[in-house]
């Protein structure tokens, strides 16, 4: 129950109004303590609520506010223009019962329009750091009242390299009383950095341990043999899976464009996002996908940050994912909010030392499927005899659709091969060994 917290009553009837009936385990965790205005710094998987875990308490401090608009006064930093605007968006949802106005700033958008609007000065400003500093060094933004600082997917925003300009924004808040940080991950010395420079005594708040993450959505793998290959297994669970809305991830942008221009040649209502699309085409993109104008979209991973669109059930990463922590928050995309979702990795033999390593990383052993229909000659590496024994345990099973799983399939004995990759704390090792891919953006 929302009245648990001592949130105001307007808030609580945006809360009722918006149908939230019990909290999220990290609302329940992080509320009471962001309201006693405590530093917090929360790991939590993206859609697991985190939004309404921060802007709730921030509401609940500037709602009773006498002097309406003359300063801003809270400041929610993020890394993407789509985290931004759905941020925004909530947070108007939240604040409709109230005068607290909020204002959004971010690259891709026109800079006099966001002076126009700064002038006219937002409670809460939202935005990603690049755009922010830009307005702050023409002028056009003043932060000297800001209370309370939001860094949202803080990890996300180092990956993207704005560590610098969020310490910078930060010290532009000189009288901030309070500063919570939240990421899907627990990152690595970077984020220990920034953690150690802006949160003063922060509560760590563990939601979910990495291996943990996404426990609403199963995580297959299929073997494939090149990706042609793949494109076919595509097509198979396009047609064949019980989905509502599907998202298709490369690490290229040559390979997006090419999976969409077969899938619409194959009239599948697809969309496809990725750094060479501009903003308008971006909007067009997720409003399709969000209204079911389109049901599949092909994205790369910059473009699809962000992203929050209901009914999101099915993952299929094409090309695995550079990373574990990249793999957390492409699945993030599904099973949200307690929804059921599927994750497919496709993997062909250069695939396979990296998802090996990414299971290392999340603890977790990824169920092997096989389509029969579609079935390759690649299944994984070859098992290494151990004294005249076959090595691997193989179990099979089938499920309702008739497809045969191999549910276990362990390598005891195997020594690690020289270029095996290593498992990380930051999931990244496996890279360092890999020829430069490339750029996804
Ligand atoms: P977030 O992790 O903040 O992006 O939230 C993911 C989705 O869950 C959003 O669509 C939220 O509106 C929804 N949501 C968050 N908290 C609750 C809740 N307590 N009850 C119902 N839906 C929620």
Redesign the pocket.
């Known amino acids: 129950m929302?009245s648990q917290f001592a949130l105001h009553e307007r808030l609580l009837k945006a809360v009722a109004a918006?149908?939230?009936?019990?909290?999220?385990p990290?609302?329940a965790a992080a509320i009471p303590l962001a309201l006693q205005g405590r530093d917090l710094r929360v790991t939590?998987?993206?859609?697991?609520?985190?939004?309404?875990?921060f802007v709730l308490p921030v509401l609940n401090r500037l709602v009773d506010l006498k002097q309406k608009r003359v300063e801003i006064r809270a400041l929610v930093l993020l890394p993407t223009r789509e985290l931004a605007q759905?941020t925004l968006k909530?947070i108007e949802r939240f604040a409709q019962f109230t005068f607290i106005k909020a204002g959004m700033i971010t690259g891709g958008e026109d800079f006099k329009e966001q002076a126009a609007m700064l002038r006219k000065v937002p409670d809460i400003l939202v935005g990603t750091p690049g755009r922010m500093l830009e307005q702050l060094n023409a002028g056009n933004l003043k932060l000297e009242h800001v209370q309370v600082v939001v860094l949202d997917e803080a990890d996300r925003m180092l990956d993207m390299g704005f560590s610098e300009d969020v310490e910078r924004l930060c010290g532009e808040c000189p009288n901030r009383e309070q500063t919570l940080l939240f990421s899907a991950t627990t990152g690595g010395a970077g984020l220990r950095d920034m953690i150690g420079k802006v949160l003063k005594d922060p509560e760590h708040l563990m939601l979910n341990t990495v291996s943990q993450l996404n426990d609403g959505t199963r995580q297959q793998i299929i073997t494939a043999d090149h990706n042609q290959h793949k494109e076919q297994i595509v097509q198979w669970l396009l047609a064949n899976e019980t989905y509502q809305k599907a998202i298709i991830f490369t690490n290229t942008r040559v390979m997006a464009d090419r999976i969409y221009g077969h899938l619409v040649a194959k009239d599948v209502k697809a969309f496809v996002l990725h750094g060479d699309k501009d903003q308008k085409d971006r909007k067009l993109a997720i409003e399709r996908l969000k209204q079911g104008g389109a049901k599949v979209l092909v994205a790369t991973d910059v473009a699809a940050r962000g992203l929050?669109v209901?009914g999101l059930d099915l993952v299929i990463n094409f090309d695995m994912p550079r990373s574990g922590d990249e793999y957390v928050h492409r699945i993030g995309r599904t099973g949200?909010?307690g929804n059921e979702g599927l994750a497919v990795s496709l993997i062909c033999h250069g695939d396979w030392n990296l998802m090996s390593s990414i299971e290392r990383y999340l603890k977790q052993s990824f169920e092997r499927r096989v389509i029969k229909e579609v079935k390759g000659t690649y299944s994984g590496p070859k098992k290494v005899k151990a004294s005249g024994k076959a090595a691997g345990v193989k179990k099979k099973k089938t499920d309702k659709k008739g497809d045969k799983k191999v549910v276990a399939k362990r390598k005891p004995t195997a020594k690690p091969k020289p270029n095996a990759p290593l498992a990380s704390a930051d999931g990244l090792a496996p890279l360092k060994r890999r020829k430069p891919a490339p750029a996804a953006e």
Request: net charge negative.
């Open positions: 929302f918006l149908n939230f009936e019990e909290p999220t990290v609302q939590a998987k993206t859609g697991s609520g985190k939004t309404a875990a759905q909530e929050d209901d949200r909010a």
